[in-house]
């Protein structure tokens, strides 16, 4: 488990950690393939704390398009939200996802905020995340949870995969 920083009431954080989970339906995701810019039924979108994708390092954004296929996504060591009324922070291990996207489907690494124990720092618990990656088809429906990778035969399996296919 990773660890957590919280200085406000675990209620607060899990709920700006829904909110993230979420904020791929509220914005048009940022295209990471050249032009044309695609309809959505021909990019696969993906959402969560996101550092690389491919190899390369990606803007902040809730959400990205990308063509089918195999990529390699790398997660952000550091992540957290802030406002004025509290904030949480987490320092991540190394989680690296190859996921086989498809056209229409959503891709949401979700961060789930555990409640911490006695232990405290400054003004706050100590508690940790856990992350999942979830698979959901074009109306949002979850059709599969998916694993980090563990090594690099994975990655190298999910790039031999099935040619992508856009409709």
């Not at 993230?20 to 695609?38: D, E, G, Q």
């Not at 509290?86 to 905020?113: C, P």
């Not at 856990?130 to 949870?145: M, P, T, Y």
Request: hydrophobic content about 40%.
């Amino acid at each position: 488990m990773n660890r957590l920083c919280l200085s406000t009431p675990m209620v607060l954080a899990s709920m700006l950690a829904a909110s993230t989970a979420c904020s791929h339906i509220n914005s048009a995701p940022f295209p990471l393939y050249p032009p044309p810019v695609r309809a959505t039924d021909q990019v696969a979108v993906l959402s969560g704390p996101v550092a690389t994708v491919d190899g390369v390092d990606v803007p902040s954004q809730p959400s990205f398009a990308l063509l089918p296929g195999c990529h390699v996504v790398v997660l952000k060591s550091k992540i957290g939200q802030g406002t004025d009324d509290g904030a949480w922070s987490a320092d991540l291990k190394r989680t690296v996802y190859a996921f086989q996207m498809k056209a229409g489907n959503i891709y949401v690494i979700e961060v789930h905020l555990q409640p911490g124990g006695s232990a405290s720092v400054g003004n706050g618990n100590v508690g940790g995340v856990k992350i999942a990656a979830v698979e959901r088809d074009a109306n949002g429906h979850a059709i599969g949870k998916l694993s980090p990778t563990r090594n690099r035969a994975e990655i190298e399996a999910c790039q031999a995969g099935p040619a992508p296919t856009t409709p």
